[in-house]
């Protein structure tokens, strides 16, 4: 007969036994969590969702890009904050148009309607703005021209870049094939795998990773000591700092005293603002200026004087004609360099 002394021995090591065993268990699924910690953003899941980078760089769009009818649309937000253009909404004969300007570029396109103004010439395109849920979207792939960019959609992997022509691109080639990462760590997933010689666009680089766009549109992380012959192929384009007067050209000056209204009233809407910038540029171009300084005092909304600098400089810099304002205590000088050539 067992003693009762063994049996408890016997529950003793038992419960030793399952508390040890609860102990491993634990520390097992603790060491699995801080694995998915670790590596879990190493990966991308699979998905056919349209992906849209902006000159070759992840992009975060207030409202996501989508296709209709094979035509690319952007919202206004997102053409403001990624293409460096000032876009806004005017009501112009009682209809909402869209106004975009770029450094050289004055576009109107009108609501409801297939034709657009680019510096005072009608042409029609293929698409209207759309509007929805209170967001207009701008049918881009129609207007790249204007905008200076060049769209290249990737069927296949439902990508589509969006290059800027006046910004810098380098690319580079691999000397050996390579494993395209989704983060720059060994550990994460392959996105595609490169071959020996491809081409890839270079994003940004350090000492052990490159991030690059490859052939196929996909955008990751590859090893820097696999590449070689870097090189620009497209360089920076600023139009605004290469127009710029030297000391001794015709510059005119514009104030107050050269209009027959405030200029508050001459700013105060589209159409006012191009009839003014239409009679400036014809006066610029008749004494075959250099320059045009902007000089008005008085000027209560500042939103639409902004509007009507922004919109001026393309029609002046288009024949190489500097615009030059002089800054007042209630005008921002960031935005009037942002519209202007230069500030005094």
């Not at 071959?195 to 990773?209: A, F, L, M, R, Y």
Request: aromatic share 10%; hydrophobic share 35%.
């Amino acid at each position: 007969m067992r003693s009762k002394n063994s049996g408890h021995r016997n529950s003793n090591k038992d419960n030793f036994f399952k508390t040890y065993r609860r102990i491993i268990i634990v520390l097992l699924e603790l060491i699995l969590l801080c694995l998915i910690f670790n590596f879990a953003p190493n990966y991308i899941k699979d998905t056919n969702e349209l992906k849209v980078y902006i000159n070759s760089n992840d992009t975060a769009f207030k409202y996501m890009p989508f296709i209709e009818n094979s035509t690319l649309y952007i919202s206004v937000d997102d053409i403001n904050n990624f293409l460096g253009v000032r876009t806004y909404v005017e009501n112009i004969n009682n209809e909402d148009n869209i106004i975009s300007v770029s450094e050289n570029k004055v576009i109107l396109m009108k609501e409801n309607s297939n034709e657009i103004e680019i510096n005072n010439l009608s042409l029609k395109i293929d698409d209207k703005i759309k509007e929805k849920e209170g967001v207009y979207y701008i049918p881009i792939s129609d207007i790249d021209e204007a905008y200076n960019i060049e769209i290249e959609e990737y069927i296949d992997t439902n990508i589509i870049n969006i290059d800027s022509l006046n910004t810098e691109k380098k690319v580079a080639y691999l000397n050996k094939k390579d494993k395209l990462k989704y983060k720059d760590t060994s550990f994460s997933k392959t996105i595609e795998k490169l071959k020996k010689g491809e081409e890839v666009t270079i994003i940004s680089k350090d000492d052990k990773w490159t991030k690059v766009q490859s052939r196929d549109g996909h955008v990751g992380y590859i090893k820097t000591k696999n590449l070689f012959n870097e090189k620009v192929v497209r360089e920076n384009l600023n139009i605004a700092n290469e127009i710029k007067p030297e000391e001794n050209d015709d510059i005119s000056e514009l104030s107050n005293n050269d209009i027959s209204s405030g200029i508050d009233e001459i700013t105060s809407s589209y159409e006012s603002r191009k009839e003014f910038i239409l009679r400036i540029l014809d006066t610029a171009l008749s004494k075959r200026l250099k320059g045009v300084k902007v000089n008005f005092d008085n000027i209560n909304n500042t939103e639409n004087y902004y509007r009507f600098l922004a919109e001026l400089r393309p029609y002046l810099n288009d024949y190489g004609i500097s615009l030059i304002v002089v800054k007042k205590d209630n005008l921002d000088e960031n935005t009037l360099k942002e519209v202007t050539n230069s500030v005094e």
